[in-house]
Every structure is written in structure tokens, then in C-alpha cells.
């Protein structure tokens, strides 16, 4: 956790959330002009904004009202504010929800569970039971305060655990509840009509035209570019699978070489990223398919929730890391022997991309490059055969 203030009065849009700052006066402690984030998201913020954000540091203990982290889950009493600070991806903030919804369970009755992410990410948390209140991050200290009891995921990455054991196991270890006392590890998200207007009537058409085809996601992009793919490794599904329909969720035309220059052309390839504009459009792709095929985590952990099949390849993270509880969610994990890596390597985030496919002059990760196309097609011919 760390905290920041402004040099000068500003209004700003954060992670989808706007705030009107001004800087500390040294006669008076504002709390409302005081931010508070998870490690990472500050220091991103802060140097990005360097000309106007700074950095903040005082004696949390000097505030009586600052929320401590429990001891043990029953230390925590009737009437408590529970308030959990966890920035990510969509993928790790799903694998969230079984937890949250346990840990509501362990809690007495009249506990509450505040929940504080990124404003974006908040339809991720549509109607969950698991949640009292949903905060922003960064929030302000003074809505910080108002908590009783705290849980800070701001240290992930360099925690041996978050690294070696499936994430939901991992937030169950964190909030010191027994990985046994989660029943369901499978996330569930409620169905939300009044998202995707739009999109809903894309798809709705496509289903009308092709009533007896499954309507199959392509999505070969993630948010990381350690998990792109080349187009082709799925626009071959395409063609193995007539009586298959697919959409892509992301614009690939200008990748695809010769004949299949553009998507649009194939007639078993719709391309729908223009429809795609928010993520509560993207939560819906998902809530209105029949099943995925994906490198990105979003995807697969989407189609979990709303009890739709997967299937994914996976390179620098073991599967069952991910999906080791899910129902419907098949894998492929890639057996690959680099000069600098091997598969996995564990390698979760780096704007660069894959160190061994940057000393080879490769734009895509050597792992998920090793994948034969038949194998592709075996484990997705499994998928519908099994979940169809």
C-alpha cells in the first residue's frame, strides 16, 4: 500500500473514476485528499504523473481509526468492516470470486466485505454476494478508514505462493481460511441483460442465420503480449469446422497472409472487435457464446463464470495454476525447450514480451509457437465433443 497527494489543486480520471484533489495544507490533515493504492498502481501512477502526483509517508500507527490487518479470520468481530485492496487483471480478479464469497460465508452476519479495485474493473463484481461495497482504487483515505480490518494484495508477484499455488487457493490462504472450506472453485458471474445492447443484437443475428452452429469465440490477443498468438493457429479451426461458427473478438485482418487476408472474406469468420467497445461489452461476448478458444486469461476465466466451455493454450503458466478447479475449461500446455527458457518459465507480466522470442527476432512467444496445429485441432474437436 502506498499513498499520494497532489502539488496543486487537479481533477482527474483514474482507472475510470474521477477525483478532485488538492494538495495538503500544513494547517490542516484532509484525509479526502489523500489517495491510497496497491504498491503497483501507485507506482505506475506516479511516475506517469510525476509533474503533479507525489508520494506520501506517514505514521499509520499515529491513526487510531487505521484498519489492521487480522490475525486470524475469527478475530474478526460482529459489525466489522472488512476491507480487501486488490488491483489486476480481469483474470485474477475473477479467480477472486469463489474466495470472496467464503470469506463472506466466514464472517459473522453483520460483517461487511468492502471490496476496492480499479473502477473499470467493477463489472467484473456485477451483483456478487460476496461484496457489501465496491470501492475504487485508488481510494481516498478517508474511505479507508472507515475500515475496520484490512487485506493489502499489493505483493503478489514476489510472494513464493502467489507464484506455486492455483489463485484461488492463494486468496483463501490469504484471508487464512482452509483451501477445503471453498466447496466451488468455479467463479460464477450473474447474467447482466442491460450490458451489450449492441453486441447482443450482433450475436442474435448470427444465431439466427446459423440456428444449428455453435457460435465459437476466437480471441488469440491478450492483455500481455507474453500471450498473443498469430491469428492463423486459430483461423485454422475455421476451416477444419464448417459447421462451426466463430467470431473474433479482435481485429486481425492485417496479420493474416494470401487467402485469408481479411475475415470478414471467410464465411465461417466473423470479426465483431468493432462491436466491442467497454468491458461490460466484452463480459457479455462471453455471457452469449456457446464456448471460447483463447490465449488470454480474461477469456477463459469469463467462459468459467458463466458456465461456458474453453479451451486454452497455455506457455509461460502451468495450467492447472489457473483452471485446475474448472468445470468446463479444457487446456493445452506447451512442451517447449528454449536456449533461454523452457515451458513454463513462470513468467507473468513484462511489456517486452518473451525474452527467449526477443533473442530469437520472433514476435510471439517460442512456447505458444510450439503447439502443432493438429494438436489445436484434436482438443477442440474434445471440447465440443465433450461440453456440445
Given at each position: 500500500?502506498?499513498?499520494m497527494?497532489?502539488?496543486?489543486?487537479?481533477r482527474?480520471?483514474?482507472?475510470?473514476?474521477?477525483y478532485?484533489?488538492?494538495?495538503?495544507?500544513?494547517?490542516?490533515f484532509e484525509?479526502?485528499?489523500?489517495?491510497?493504492s496497491?504498491?503497483?498502481s501507485?507506482g505506475e501512477?506516479?511516475?506517469?504523473?510525476?509533474?503533479?502526483l507525489?508520494?506520501?509517508s506517514?505514521d499509520?500507527?499515529?491513526?487510531p481509526?487505521?484498519?489492521?490487518?487480522?490475525k486470524?479470520?475469527?478475530?474478526?468481530?460482529?459489525?466489522s468492516?472488512?476491507l480487501?485492496?486488490?488491483?489486476?487483471?480481469?483474470?485474477?480478479?475473477v479467480?477472486?470470486?469463489?474466495?470472496?464469497?467464503?470469506?463472506?460465508?466466514?464472517?459473522?452476519?453483520?460483517?461487511e466485505?468492502?471490496?476496492a479495485?480499479q473502477?473499470?474493473?467493477?463489472?467484473v463484481?456485477h451483483m456478487?454476494p460476496?461484496i457489501?461495497?465496491?470501492?475504487?482504487?485508488?481510494?481516498?483515505?478517508?474511505q479507508?478508514?472507515?475500515?475496520?480490518?484490512?487485506?493489502d494484495?499489493?505483493y503478489?508477484?514476489d510472494?513464493?505462493d502467489f507464484?506455486?499455488m492455483?489463485m484461488?487457493?492463494?486468496?483463501?490462504?490469504?484471508?487464512?481460511?482452509?483451501e477445503?472450506?471453498?466447496h466451488?472453485k468455479?467463479p460464477?458471474?450473474?447474467?447482466?441483460?442491460?450490458?451489450?445492447?449492441?453486441?447482443?443484437k450482433?450475436i442474435?443475428?448470427?444465431?439466427k442465420?446459423?440456428?444449428?452452429k455453435a457460435l465459437?469465440?476466437?480471441q488469440?490477443?491478450?492483455s500481455?503480449?507474453?500471450?498473443n498468438l498469430?491469428?492463423?493457429?486459430?483461423?485454422?479451426?475455421?476451416?477444419y469446422?464448417?459447421?462451426?461458427r466463430?467470431?473474433s473478438?479482435?481485429?486481425?485482418s492485417?496479420?493474416?497472409p494470401?487467402d485469408?487476408?481479411d475475415?470478414?472474406l471467410?464465411k465461417?469468420?466473423?470479426?465483431?472487435?468493432?462491436?466491442?467497445?467497454?468491458l461490460?461489452?466484452?463480459?457479455?461476448?462471453f455471457e452469449v457464446?456457446?464456448?471460447?478458444?483463447s490465449?488470454?486469461?480474461?477469456?477463459?476465466?469469463?467462459?468459467?463464470?458463466f458456465?461456458?466451455p474453453?479451451l486454452?493454450?497455455f506457455?509461460?503458466?502451468s495450467?492447472?495454476?489457473r483452471i485446475?478447479?474448472?468445470?468446463?475449461?479444457?487446456?493445452?500446455d506447451a512442451s517447449?525447450?528454449?536456449?533461454?527458457c523452457?515451458?513454463?518459465?513462470?513468467?507473468?507480466?513484462?511489456?517486452?514480451?518473451?525474452?527467449d522470442?526477443?533473442?530469437?527476432g520472433?514476435?510471439y512467444?517460442?512456447?505458444?509457437?510450439?503447439v502443432e496445429?493438429q494438436t489445436?485441432?484434436?482438443a477442440?474437436?474434445?471440447m465440443?465433443?465433450q461440453?456440445?
Amino acid at each position: 500500500m502506498r499513498f499520494m497527494v497532489v502539488n496543486r489543486a487537479a481533477r482527474a480520471e483514474i482507472f475510470g473514476q474521477s477525483y478532485d484533489l488538492k494538495p495538503l495544507s500544513p494547517r490542516q490533515f484532509e484525509a479526502k485528499n489523500i489517495l491510497v493504492s496497491d504498491s503497483g498502481s501507485a507506482g505506475e501512477l506516479l511516475q506517469r504523473h510525476s509533474s503533479v502526483l507525489l508520494e506520501a509517508s506517514f505514521d499509520t500507527s499515529a491513526l487510531p481509526a487505521f484498519p489492521r490487518t487480522p490475525k486470524a479470520i475469527d478475530r474478526i468481530t460482529a459489525g466489522s468492516k472488512v476491507l480487501i485492496l486488490r488491483a489486476g487483471g480481469v483474470g485474477d480478479l475473477v479467480m477472486m470470486l469463489p474466495a470472496l464469497k467464503t470469506l463472506k460465508h466466514s464472517l459473522p452476519n453483520d460483517a461487511e466485505v468492502w471490496f476496492a479495485t480499479q473502477k473499470e474493473k467493477h463489472p467484473v463484481f456485477h451483483m456478487n454476494p460476496g461484496i457489501d461495497k465496491l470501492l475504487p482504487l485508488p481510494l481516498t483515505l478517508d474511505q479507508l478508514i472507515e475500515a475496520d480490518f484490512l487485506f493489502d494484495f499489493s505483493y503478489n508477484i514476489d510472494n513464493r505462493d502467489f507464484n506455486s499455488m492455483n489463485m484461488t487457493d492463494y486468496y483463501l490462504k490469504c484471508f487464512g481460511l482452509d483451501e477445503k472450506s471453498c466447496h466451488d472453485k468455479s467463479p460464477l458471474i450473474p447474467p447482466n441483460p442491460s450490458n451489450g445492447y449492441r453486441l447482443r443484437k450482433v450475436i442474435n443475428k448470427l444465431k439466427k442465420a446459423s440456428p444449428h452452429k455453435a457460435l465459437i469465440v476466437l480471441q488469440c490477443h491478450s492483455s500481455n503480449p507474453l500471450r498473443n498468438l498469430p491469428p492463423g493457429m486459430f483461423f485454422q479451426l475455421a476451416e477444419y469446422f464448417p459447421d462451426v461458427r466463430f467470431v473474433s473478438a479482435t481485429h486481425f485482418s492485417e496479420e493474416l497472409p494470401g487467402d485469408h487476408a481479411d475475415p470478414l472474406l471467410h464465411k465461417n469468420i466473423k470479426d465483431i472487435s468493432a462491436d466491442i467497445r467497454s468491458l461490460e461489452d466484452y463480459i457479455t461476448l462471453f455471457e452469449v457464446c456457446d464456448g471460447v478458444v483463447s490465449t488470454d486469461t480474461a477469456a477463459y476465466h469469463l467462459a468459467e463464470a458463466f458456465g461456458k466451455p474453453s479451451l486454452t493454450i497455455f506457455g509461460p503458466i502451468s495450467s492447472d495454476l489457473r483452471i485446475r478447479y474448472y468445470r468446463k475449461a479444457l487446456a493445452i500446455d506447451a512442451s517447449y525447450e528454449g536456449k533461454t527458457c523452457s515451458a513454463p518459465c513462470g513468467l507473468h507480466k513484462t511489456k517486452e514480451g518473451c525474452p527467449d522470442s526477443l533473442s530469437r527476432g520472433i514476435g510471439y512467444s517460442p512456447c505458444l509457437l510450439s503447439v502443432e496445429p493438429q494438436t489445436i485441432k484434436s482438443a477442440f474437436k474434445q471440447m465440443l465433443d465433450q461440453f456440445m
